[in-house]
């Protein structure tokens, strides 16, 4: 196996976390809407017509129910990829590499806030970055 197609390899096993959590995000951020939308209002007796589709009570609920269910699945799969994640970074020689690459895949910083955080010049914490991926 290539160096390149091993660094891809380990990367792509870490970016299960950030993938995972993307999907989650937009999941919380739809319930978040759905909750706003449909928040219970007074009901309109307006004669005027209304020019929107009307969804009834039940399809809301569904709707809500189902990505309750899909959310709760994929913060349980989220929760044991970050287990097995911390895992191998802590079996990791370098524990500084190991601190990139949690504030990086598992925290979701960008490798310039990393840098900031950790008092590092960005090209060293690319190159921790790179290192501690080829580590794994």
Do not use: W
């Not at 009307?54 to 309750?68: S, W």
């Not at 601190?99 to 008092?119: G, H, K, M, W």
């Amino acid at each position: 196996m290539g160096s390149d197609s091993k660094f891809k390899q380990h990367k792509d096993y870490l970016m299960q976390y950030r993938k995972i959590h993307t999907k989650i995000d937009r999941l919380r951020n739809k319930l978040n809407r759905l909750n706003e939308r449909y928040d219970l209002k007074g009901i309109s007796y307006s004669s005027q017509p209304s020019g929107s589709v009307k969804q009834t009570l039940d399809d809301v609920l569904a709707q809500k129910e189902y990505i309750e269910n899909r959310l709760g699945k994929l913060e349980d799969e989220s929760f044991r990829i970050r287990n097995e994640i911390q895992d191998k970074l802590l079996d990791l020689d370098n524990q500084l590499e190991a601190e990139v690459l949690d504030l990086y895949f598992l925290e979701r910083y960008s490798l310039t806030e990393i840098a900031d955080t950790l008092c590092y010049s960005e090209r060293q914490i690319e190159r921790l970055y790179a290192n501690g991926i080829m580590s794994v």
